[in-house]
């Protein structure tokens, strides 16, 4: 919820490709100490969820190369620098080089450090959990994710989204300086993941709807144990005037048909009746897992991470154990109309 929309915030924000500063004006931000930062540095985005498990490699490598060619002269480009840029981009077996690289010419170049920011990190591994690729979809993205964020000194910072946390994949360890705001924890950036109360009341100010029933249909899901709106489907409604499932099927929606069995399916038809549950969540997914073998924990918090389930609070004197729901109509319906 939201995700890519601040994504592309934060890149509006810094770019110094273009004078983008206006957006924030009459903001909080532009009498804030970081108001210095807008504008200022280069910003490359990648979004993952655009790569396909035949040619993830040529993909990025083809936008580390637009980005190259769209802020330099390559003709220009000389001894190291020119035989490192042609070894990637002609030579597919270099493509985890290919992002780290990006920010060494342009710090050569420039100066200046960059930001990295990739959008949707695991969906490729989601798409491809249950293939033979999956492997080597995992190896490639824990070496690029290495060389460009490992110890790069041409780096300023980098930001990454993604549904899960895939802490048993090791593809984060070894990195060094990591931050993670996730759904069980975060008291940072709860107030981010969507419109919290407040916003939809003044939205409400200006674009006169009912309130009570938008809570209904896209309130609900938990961030830290604060509920909110998902920012996608607000807007969308405000856009259309029209209550509809907007968010509906995400990237994992395949992988919660694949992981079903019929102890899962009962347990979602109490779901559906609105009663809260019981069951096993952990931050840590093992994602490999087939679906005769997954765990009902795995599952379920597949189920939370993706927000297609609140957790309604800890159960009491259990390790992993939490109270969940489905927690808005959007989702009900989504659910019903999935499980048929």
């Known amino acids: 919820m939201g995700k890519s929309l601040n994504m592309d915030m934060i890149r509006c924000f810094l770019t110094d490709k273009e004078d983008l500063r206006g957006l924030f004006k009459g903001m909080y931000i532009e009498t804030s100490p970081v108001w210095e930062k807008a504008n200022s540095a280069p910003v490359f985005y990648f979004d993952f ?65 960059s930001y990295i920011l990739i959008d949707e990190y695991d969906n490729l591994l989601m798409r491809n959990y ?115 499932c907007y968010w509906g099927k995400s990237g994992a929606m395949h992988m919660i048909s694949g992981l079903l069995n019929e102890s899962r399916q009962a347990t979602l038809a109490r779901l559906l009746n609105g009663e809260t549950i019981e069951v096993g969540v952990s931050s840590r997914i093992p994602l490999r897992d087939r679906a005769e073998k997954a765990s009902d924990n795995a599952y379920y918090s597949l189920l939370v991470q993706a927000g297609y389930l609140a957790l309604c609070g800890k159960v009491e004197g259990k390790t992993s154990s939490y109270l969940v729901s489905i927690p808005n109509t959007e989702l009900l319906i989504v659910w019903r109309d999935f499980i048929l």
């Open 49 to 113: 969820k655009e790569l396909n498990a035949a040619s993830f490699r040529k993909q990025i490598v083809e936008q580390v190369d637009e980005y190259i060619n769209e802020s330099f002269d390559i003709n220009n480009f000389k001894g190291y620098m020119k035989r490192k840029y042609e070894e990637i981009i002609n030579n597919p077996n270099r493509a985890a080089d290919s992002i780290g690289f990006l920010t060494e010419v342009v710090y050569k170049l420039t100066g200046k450090r």
């Open 130 to 244: 249950n293939t033979e690729r999956y492997d080597e979809i995992r190896d490639f993205e824990t070496s690029l994710l290495f060389a460009a964020l490992k110890g790069n000194n041409y780096l300023e910072k980098a930001l990454l989204t993604g549904v899960m946390r895939i802490s048993y994949e090791s593809m984060l360890s070894g990195l060094n300086n990591i931050l993670t705001f996730d759904v069980f924890s975060d008291g940072t950036y709860a107030d981010d993941y969507g419109l919290t109360d407040e916003e939809v009341a003044e939205l409400n100010r200006l674009a006169d709807f009912d309130e009570s029933k938008l809570r209904n249909w896209y309130n609900g899901i938990r961030i830290n144990n604060k509920p909110i709106y998902n920012i996608y489907s607000v807007m969308s409604y405000l856009y259309k005037r029209e209550y509809d």
